[in-house]
């Protein structure tokens, strides 16, 4: 089987936030594919501190990672071992690449098991006041400042032209510069949502307000995991 456990979106979020059974599933296999080995680390000692490390077999699975470079991990699976799938962050398969293995998993007839758990994405969303029956989650921007520009101008009219809210992300250390960009090509009175730290009780920051009125207020979001919003 194939356990995809969620991770927790604050390292200061408080244990009891979470449902026992990650802790239980956690402690049912020692292999697991991880995007990061210290992250995966540091995730599975937060839920099941009595778990020995020294046991633990991580397998790399990044958005680098082919098919053909987990054989050793799929001939384990095929052979009844059980593995766990660990996000970076909230929820396994949502802007991280597990979704590589679950397809693998579903072509050669081997059970999937979600595990409920936090996601930054659908919290943000819930959390901005806009449409939460119809969105569409763009993942990252590009980086190319011309192509940033026009994706940029093309979410405004998709909010504008169909009322769907747009749901996207920027590595945390170009969160202040996405902000920037943000501010010179949208409309002043587009409305934006700005999600920071989700689920840290210290310094979490949701807020929504019109373009022209963070210009009055930039919050400093450098190295500071954010979601953006935009929406009516």
């Not at 244990?15 to 697991?32: G, N, R, S, V, W």
């Not at 095929?78 to 998993?105: H, R, T």
């Not at 059970?111 to 919290?123: A, D, E, F, H």
């Not at 101008?153 to 510069?177: A, C, D, H």
């Amino acid at each position: 089987m194939l356990f995809l456990i969620p991770a927790y979106l604050s390292e200061n979020s408080p244990m009891e936030q979470f449902a026992p059974i990650i802790k239980e599933y956690i402690l049912k296999t020692d292999y697991f594919f991880v995007e990061n080995e210290k992250t995966a680390r540091k995730v599975i000692k937060f839920f099941a501190p009595e778990k020995k490390q020294s046991d633990l077999k991580l397998f790399l699975l990044d958005k680098y990672s082919e098919t053909s470079d987990l054989q050793e991990s799929q001939t384990l699976m095929k052979n009844d071992q059980d593995f766990g799938l660990l996000s970076e962050a909230g929820l396994p398969c949502i802007a991280d690449p597990g979704n590589l293995m679950v397809k693998w998993c579903h072509e050669n007839n081997i059970k999937v098991i979600p595990i409920n758990g936090p996601s930054s994405i659908i919290l943000a969303l819930i959390s901005s006041g806009f449409n939460g029956q119809e969105f569409t989650f763009n993942g990252y921007l590009p980086i190319d400042k011309s192509e940033k520009k026009s994706k940029i101008q093309w979410l405004e009219n998709q909010v504008q032209k169909t009322g769907y809210s747009q749901i996207f992300m920027e590595t945390p250390y170009r969160n202040n510069q996405l902000l920037e960009d943000l501010i010179k090509f949208l409309n002043p009175n587009t409305k934006l949502c700005i999600a920071a730290n989700i689920n840290d009780p210290q310094t979490e920051f949701i807020k929504t307000l019109s373009m022209k009125d963070w210009q009055k207020n930039k919050p400093e979001l450098h190295k500071i995991p954010a979601v953006f919003v935009l929406g009516k």
